[in-house]
């Protein structure tokens, strides 16, 4: 064979080669990152984990960040924006971005971070078997309602009435609120849900929890997390979060996945997909280790003496 027809029949080969695998023969990688609010510390994070499996931004790694800062109006032209870069890989946190990207395309492989239930919201076909172009790590945020619970009534025994603050822009409301409902009535709760279509609503909502005496908030986390946490100090409400970062930002408590783990857990998923492995046949990943973090500042402010008992099922306790 001659050199000529020797180097086109290479060059042939490789163009019918996967994108990704085109990407990783050149030595170079692209992530697509879209974040549907505040992306920190999952960002920084994930980079870290990346790093320790090899993947070093300006050396064989390039990272494409979008985030729609909790505006469900930006999300799904950003989920466009990075699919139009064709991307080796795309990274979705939480919920609203994966069903943005899966939306956009069903051909670039997509990795969840934290998802809630994503066999109820349609990302995937099952745990085990995803089936399309989406796998991931799930946050199971929706099991966790029961316990949220529990931790409200830890926190204040006279409990009877609490709000549950959901977004409405997420696919994942429907679960959450269908398990804070299942929760409740074995702990005598009665549960109230304020519906958020948009940020700009959250003032009025957490005045009118206030003045509906309601004795806690749970917040969905996909909504901004430090706002609600700087809403629920200044009107004297009791919130909790099952999230982990929640208290770190000034929540009262947070009960939810290890982000570390999670993060971790994504990080390698997100390799496998680069050394071509099928979404399709990924299972989910579900966390296996989970949190409490409680604020003892936030809860002197709010009055709230948190009893000894709790204070050592704590993780962090923050001073």
Avoid: C, W
């Avoid at 001659?2 to 290479?10: D, H, M, S």
């Avoid at 109006?73 to 609203?96: F, Q």
């Avoid at 005598?188 to 958020?196: A, S, Y």
């Avoid at 929640?246 to 998923?269: D, K, N």
């Amino acid at each position: 064979m001659k050199r000529r027809q020797f180097i086109a029949l290479l060059g042939g080969a490789a163009v019918g080669l996967p994108f990704a695998a085109r990407a990783q023969q050149a030595g170079m990688v692209t992530i697509g990152i879209l974040s549907f609010q505040n992306p920190e510390p999952f960002r920084t994070m994930l980079r870290d984990k990346l790093r320790e499996l090899g993947y070093a931004e300006g050396r064989n790694l390039k990272i494409e960040f979008r985030s729609a800062e909790g505006s469900r109006d930006r999300i799904s032209g950003l989920a466009a924006e990075l699919v139009g870069l064709h991307v080796d890989v795309l990274v979705a946190y939480p919920t609203p971005a994966a069903v943005a990207l899966q939306q956009a395309t069903r051909e670039i492989p997509i990795v969840m971070l934290g998802a809630g239930d994503p066999v109820g919201t349609g990302l995937v076909a099952s745990l085990a078997r995803p089936g399309g172009n989406v796998t991931g790590t799930s946050s199971t945020t929706a099991e966790l309602g029961a316990k949220t619970l529990e931790l409200v009534r830890d926190f204040i025994p006279s409990v009877q009435r609490v709000a549950v603050l959901a977004n409405a822009a997420d696919s994942f409301t429907k679960s959450f609120l269908q398990q804070m409902q299942t929760g409740a009535p074995s702990l005598g709760l009665e549960i109230q849900t304020v519906m958020i279509t948009d940020p700009e609503e959250l003032d009025s909502a957490f005045a009118a929890m206030k003045q509906g005496a309601l004795d806690a908030v749970i917040v969905q986390p996909s909504l901004p997390r430090q706002r609600v946490a700087d809403l629920a100090l200044k009107n004297h409400i009791l919130a909790i979060a099952p999230s982990s970062e929640f208290a770190v930002l000034g929540g009262l408590a947070a009960y939810g996945p290890s982000q570390t783990e999670m993060i971790g857990r994504t990080a390698s998923i997100i390799d496998k997909v680069l050394k071509r492995s099928k979404p399709a046949e990924l299972p989910v990943e579900q966390p296996t280790k989970f949190e409490l973090t409680i604020n003892l500042k936030t809860a002197r402010a709010l009055g709230i003496t948190v009893s000894p008992a709790l204070l050592s099922r704590a993780d962090e306790v923050i001073e």
